[in-house]
């Protein structure tokens, strides 16, 4: 939920900064409303091929994590220097 808030704040801000230009009236103009709309459109766009992206990659990234962290475990069970037998 933070993470989506987060988002939705950036975008909210940005389409905000570059769309609405006069600050005088209580509603937004056309051609305003248009400028939001349209932006708003192409970041939830973008935001979602990111997603889809993310969603496609992470199964292998966790297993790359998995097969490294079980690797990193067998070796560290061993000393580093053998100590001599007495």
Request: proline fraction near 7%; glycine fraction near 6%.
């Amino acid at each position: 939920l933070r993470d989506f808030l987060l988002v939705y704040n950036r975008m909210t801000e940005f389409c905000f900064r570059h769309c609405v230009c006069n600050l005088n009236y209580r509603l937004l103009t056309g051609r305003e409303e248009s400028c939001l709309d349209s932006c708003a459109a192409r970041l939830v766009r973008a935001n979602h091929r990111l997603m889809g992206a993310y969603v496609g990659l992470m199964p292998a990234l966790l297993q790359r994590r998995a097969a490294e962290h079980g690797a990193s475990a067998g070796p560290a069970a061993l000393p580093d220097s053998p100590e001599p037998a007495p």
